[in-house]
């Protein structure tokens, strides 16, 4: 196909603007995408240099078609903030080793035309891990340690501030020998080091380091100015920058639309502090909100809307005279054109939209965005396997970090796959092992494929969900996946076709406790009601405090019920897998703000026509309630495996009917079991 008619046939021109090049200091990025910062995918070794896992996670990004890439944040010392030297690079522990790793990986991103730019941080301070330090937490001003209160922080001196900018200096002239386009100071932003140093709330200094707004800009204006010297004014420094902290108590955010008092970075500060920054010699603002006393605003979940900096942004650039970069949910391109087009922002940041489909950019750019596979906004991957003591990664893409050692090959053998249930596990299997040349069958009995995304995607928070199942769709129909719906699998249809491997994911079914009055007609199970909230009205008594009951509670709030969650449990949010921090606390705040009551360590007794009685406290009492709903877990179903698991050479049983865990789970075990036979 020509050029013309290629362009005739796939470019959208209302993605246009996306796609025009844009300067960043004296450095042109060929497109509008930039890759935001992420520190908890990259891989390091104990010389503080990126592995060669790394470099191919950044490069696959490079490939995919995204205009610049801004690296995890890099330590720069060890000296005054003692680290786990295997949590982020350091270029200054051994630079002849780390400019080798790096000067491949930027050649290797520089083949495809991407930027690439290093993230440098001045220290964690009060926001860092106790167990990410091999010493004292320090910070501008004495306070305690943000996730462990009873960790004091010790002030910093002159000096050390003055070897933190050195090193700062340092590292940014080895980025430049590594072949790295800027570096990015990593940051006003999210209460680390340099971000305290910059508000009154933690910083009380009386001497040229606190006290008026350009004192407390001063560590960071000194390093830019540092930067320029060593490097020339034609490297260029971005400056990560949240424009609003939302901290309205110490370790307590703000939501959205509450009315509090800031106690971080309000706008009008923001915009002065954002003129003295760009006079010091900063080449553009990647921009946010939040810190990590309001975290979820500095990484949000699927409860924010898309775009949500967006309204910030806009405040800032009609003051900037420098580029504004934004990321945070910006995966619609529709909402990211329009930022484009009416001066918003300079260029789009794509964080974990570029973990879950590294092609993004080039989809968007070849109109095949059905064809992107979507972020859920779990921070299940992401964030969730690092703190389970692996690598970040996804919950949608296996091979995210892993680009060197999985992926999906040609089968040697061409087999009959046959695969029962079309939810994500099913869904997974069935995609691989068509990709890998297999002939696959699926076999959904419902008349539409998606399992339990199906019921759980339909709270406007949970739509992605649905994208989810879309994606799915277009794949399984791109390679040639036969699907049956409407279809119940039993041995003797399996027989008929005769499969090599057959893969069972029969899912799960709702656990319904054995009570008094559980039967009643005032009883409802939470899928019914996801499936039409018009079921429960008025009052709502929600018997499980897990994931689903909790996010059903709040999706019914939200939509005018009162709501009571009943959970026997001393706290919600704590039966089944492990929910990222971000999520869980954003939860629990939007089911405070939206009245939700909570009733924990209560066990439900009886189901009345007024309600439900619970025992708490050797004490039973009625929580009146219209209607009462189960949402107290599910308990795995294999009845087909159970018949055939000694019939076929390879049978192997995924997702829920294995073991009840989350989409993670169940995606990770379809891909891995499907590409290895």
């Not at 971080?264 to 915009?271: P, T």
Request: proline letters at 6%; charged letters at 25%; hydrophobic letters at 40%.
């Amino acid at each position: 196909m020509d050029l013309l008619a290629w362009k005739e046939n796939n470019m959208n021109e209302s993605y246009k603007k996306l796609f025009e090049p844009i300067m960043i200091g004296k450095v042109q990025v060929k497109n509008r995408f930039f890759m935001a910062p992420m520190g908890t995918i990259a891989e390091v070794d104990e010389n503080g240099a990126y592995t060669r896992r790394s470099m191919e996670y950044y490069t696959m990004r490079a490939k995919g078609g995204v205009g610049m890439i801004i690296t995890g944040a890099h330590f720069v010392d060890n000296d005054v903030e003692k680290h786990v030297l295997t949590l982020f690079p350091n270029p200054t522990i051994m630079p002849e080793m780390y400019e080798k790793r790096a000067r491949e990986m930027t050649d290797r991103c520089h083949a495809f035309d991407a930027k690439i730019f290093m993230q440098i941080t001045a220290g964690l301070g009060r926001s860092a891990l106790p167990t990410a330090m091999h010493g004292e937490c320090v910070a501008p001003s004495p306070t305690t340690n943000r996730w462990v209160p009873s960790v004091p922080c010790r002030e910093l001196t002159i000096d050390e501030i003055h070897h933190i900018t050195e090193q700062m200096v340092k590292s940014s002239a080895i980025a430049k020998r590594s072949g790295y386009d800027g570096v990015e100071v990593h940051a006003v932003h999210e209460g680390y080091l340099l971000d305290c140093f910059t508000m009154t709330f933690f910083n009380q200094r009386t001497d040229e380091y606190g006290g008026s707004l350009t004192n407390r800009l001063r560590f960071a204006t000194e390093i830019v100015q540092g930067i320029k010297k060593a490097c020339g004014p034609d490297f260029p420094v971005i400056l990560r920058f949240s424009i609003k902290s939302y901290i309205k108590a110490l370790r307590q955010g703000a939501l959205p639309g509450e009315e509090f008092t800031e106690l971080g970075r309000d706008m009008d500060e923001a915009l002065e502090a954002a003129q003295i920054l760009q006079d010091a010699g900063y080449d553009a603002f990647d921009a946010d909100a939040g810190s990590y006393d309001s975290w979820y605003w500095a990484h949000p979940p699927m409860y924010f809307k898309k775009g949500m900096y967006l309204p910030l942004a806009k405040r800032l650039k009609e003051t900037a005279k420098v580029p504004v970069l934004v990321a945070g949910r910006m995966d619609d391109m529709d909402l990211a054109v329009s930022a484009l087009e009416n001066g918003n922002i300079d260029m789009v940041g794509l964080g974990r939209p570029l973990l879950t489909d590294p092609d993004y950019c080039n989809k968007v750019r070849a109109d095949d965005v059905k064809d992107i596979r979507p972020c859920l906004g779990c921070h299940d991957g992401c964030f969730g396997r690092l703190l389970e003591g692996g690598i970040g990664s996804c919950a949608v893409n296996p091979e995210v970090g892993r680009e060197s050692f999985t992926g999906i090959e040609p089968a040697v053998a061409k087999k009959r796959v046959v695969v029962v249930g079309g939810g994500p596990a099913g869904m997974e299997a069935a995609r691989v092992s068509a990709i890998r040349g297999h002939d696959v069958t699926l076999i959904e009995k419902a008349s539409a494929l998606g399992g339990e995304l199906i019921p759980g995607g339909i709270p406007p928070f949970k739509k992605d969900d649905h994208r989810l199942i879309s994606w799915y769709e277009t794949e399984l129909e791109k390679y040639g996946v036969k699907i049956y719906l409407n279809t119940e699998a039993d041995p003797d249809l399996i027989v008929g076709l005769r499969p090599d491997c057959l893969y069972l994911a029969e899912g799960s079914e709702p656990i319904h406790p054995a009570l008094p009055g559980a039967d009643g007609t005032n009883v409802l199970d939470a899928v019914q009601v996801l499936r039409d909230k018009d079921l429960a009205a008025g009052n709502c008594a929600i018997i499980g405090g897990g994931l689903v009951g909790c996010e059903l509670g709040l999706y019914l709030a939200v939509n005018g019920r009162q709501v009571t969650i009943i959970e026997a449990l001393p706290d919600i949010l704590k039966a089944g897998a492990a929910i990222p921090p971000m999520n869980e606390w954003m939860l629990r705040d939007e089911l405070k703000f939206h009245h939700v009551a909570v009733e924990a360590g209560a066990s439900l007794t009886e189901i009345t026509p007024e309600g439900a009685v619970i025992e708490k406290d050797g004490q039973k009492r009625l929580i009146p309630a219209d209607h009462v709903i189960m949402a107290v877990g599910y308990k795995p179903k294999s009845p087909l495996y159970d018949a055939l698991k000694d019939d076929y050479p390879q049978v192997f049983r995924l997702g829920d009917s294995r073991k009840v865990r989350n989409i993670r789970a169940a995606i990770w075990d379809a891909y891995e079991v499907a590409r290895s036979l």
